[in-house]
């Protein structure tokens, strides 16, 4: 398959690495030729001259501009094989209007993690998706990460739960190489103590049969330590402030 990308950012590139480990021939276009030749000489990929010449080539257009670019980019864009959009908040519905209702259409939500190849990518699809089509579009999620089948009213969700709490994580991990900083401890061995011990500790979850609540009650023996400094959290609404969050993110998306 020849799959063509029109907007060429950071997560478009990040995809691109991962369907490297895949037969796909891969051409891009981006804001402009120059900018378009430029990375491709970075990806080892192909340039096209427009974005117009590139979907009269391709079998499958990625979408990787943003959401508030699509109005002017896709206005003067004719489509006639499957797209697939990586953009929050650009519903199907939406996306068909755009494009051609007819056509058959994919939404993706990948997140930072494609940058490794270890993305959570949501996928869903419109009607006119064939079974081998999501086959082949499940394969281009899953190199470079993992994919799972989201229905897309639950879209939202999904980007606060999967694509917004990256940051978030970092957020605590920063938060906690602070609080050994404070103690003494230098920033960098800090931050490497609690990036370690978040990694396991997610490990541990997956691998395992026990749930987070399991795994607070192992670590929390009577009277010790671990369960005075979840008490503090409680106290001061960590659960309470991280579901917030989520509200705020899903709030936002639906408003895009």
């Not at 990036?195 to 009277?223: C, F, M, R, W, Y």
Request: net charge negative; glycine share 8%.
């Amino acid at each position: 398959m020849k799959i063509g990308f029109i907007g060429v950012g950071k997560m478009a590139s990040a995809i691109i690495n991962g369907l490297k480990t895949t037969s796909h021939d891969i051409i891009i276009s981006g804001s402009s030729l120059a900018r378009s030749r430029e990375i491709a000489e970075q990806l080892n990929v192909t340039a096209a001259p427009s974005h117009q010449e590139l979907i009269d080539q391709v079998d499958l257009v990625v979408l990787g501009i943003k959401p508030q670019m699509f109005e002017p980019v896709l206005s003067e864009l004719h489509f006639h094989q499957p797209i697939l959009s990586m953009a929050a908040g650009v519903t199907l519905e939406r996306l068909g209007k755009l494009t051609n209702p007819e056509l058959p259409l994919i939404r993706i939500m990948p997140n930072i993690n494609a940058q490794i190849l270890k993305s959570t990518t949501a996928i869903c699809i419109n009607e006119h998706v064939s079974e081998e089509l999501l086959t082949s579009a499940k394969e281009i999620t899953d190199s470079f990460g993992t994919t799972f089948d989201i229905p897309e009213k639950d879209f939202d969700t999904f980007t606060a739960l999967a694509g917004s709490s990256p940051a978030y994580i970092y957020l605590f991990i920063e938060a906690l190489a602070k609080a050994g900083v404070k103690y003494g401890i230098p920033k960098g061995k800090s931050l490497e103590i609690v990036t370690q011990t978040v990694l396991a500790s997610a490990e541990n979850l997956l691998q395992g049969a026990d749930s987070p609540h399991d795994l607070i009650d192992k670590i929390s023996s009577p009277g010790g330590t671990t369960i005075a400094g979840l008490l503090d959290l409680e106290k001061t609404g960590l659960t309470a402030s991280v579901i917030s969050s989520i509200d705020a993110t899903i709030d936002k998306a639906k408003n895009l």
